[in-house]
């Protein structure tokens, strides 16, 4: 499928695609939405950016509009973090106007009495992270015995934070028949294990390398001493145009990163574990719209982020694995656009650097910081 249109869908979800200005699906989407439209289980394993929201929201839609009107949940979107959960839903109602299909956010760190009056006004979507679904379901504030759809988004992100267990459980509660739809950037074995048990004779779907920067990305690492760090990217926001999304390695060192480039004239703010999801959600939105031009994030934000436009990624600090490196640079040169990945790395640390490149089989260019930093 080379457009949107051409996908056969209902005239209420192709007005709402147009008006969005959705018109050429990416390769994820063209190859991963026609199975699911015809009710095929889906496993689908692209890099982030490639347009997986949108790629089982619109099958999800379209099957909900085909089923009798029921009060009863219908689909089950899980996700691993709240940041990510919301933008499915941003997605979710754009595609929905008109539709009469509403969803309900079901997150943890949020006042739950919104969350189950949304379900009590019928509901047909739960876009939800692991851990309030399951306390919701302990406590009987929600039935899933009627849903037919559960997608899996970020799953392998989600078997990575310990949800395994619950993902489990919330599966054992939904009818045996049932379409499932499975995103995630990798396959490692506890993910092939949860796909080879709960979903059956799927459609196999291969976007890219999923182990490897998109090949869009300009990876460019500098060598600069921890005191000379800010310095550096100081002079970056300086004389390089755009939105940059810095990772620092921890909480407290998120906040002081921000408050030093406030200090310097540099619209910033951070996000991490410890913010409250108000902070969350104004940082994120504030960054979004331009308000912040630079947004300071742990790892928690790698794969909980999805904003377009994104010019820089910096690793202010080294990620932890080389599998978090792929995450962190992902958030830039998404969907075609051109994006760059820099890295800052100390003398000492030029062996995890190795480490990262054999790993990921890639090279990083090397900058000279020494005339900037000086």
Known sequence: MKTFSEFPVSAVLQANLAQNSFVTPTPVQS?????????????????????????????????????????????????????????????????????????????????????????????????????????????????????RILVLDE????????????????????????????????IESSVAHLINTHVKNPVRITVGSTTRPAEHVDLHVYEVEQDRKVGLLQHMLKNQGGSFLVFARTKHGADRLAKKLQTGGVRSTSIHGNRTQGQRNRALKGFQQGEFRVLVATDVAARGIHVEGIAHVVNFDLPQVPEDFIHRVGRTGRAGARGVATTFRTKSERGDIKKIERALNIRLTSQFASAVTA
């Open 31 to 147: 190859e991963s939405i026609p199975p699911a439209l015809e009710g095929r289980d889906v496993v689908a394993t692209a890099q982030t950016g490639t347009g997986k929201t949108l790629a089982f929201v619109l099958p999800v839609l379209e099957s909900l509009l085909k089923q009798p009107v029921e009060t009863c949940v219908s689909a089950v979107i899980l996700s691993p973090t709240r940041e990510l959960a919301i933008q499915i839903h941003e997605t979710f109602v754009k595609l929905a106007k008109h539709t009469g299909i509403r969803d309900a956010v079901v997150v943890g760190g949020m006042s739950e009495r919104p969350q189950l009056d949304s379900i009590r006004r019928g509901a047909r979507v739960l876009i939800a992270t692991p851990g309030r679904l399951s306390d919701f379901i302990d406590r009987r504030l929600v039935k899933l015995s009627g849903a």
């Open 155 to 186: 799953a392998d992100r989600m078997l990575d934070m310990g949800f395994l267990p619950t993902i489990k459980k919330i599966m054992t509660l939904l009818p045996v028949e049932r379409q499932t739809l499975f995103f995630s950037a990798t």
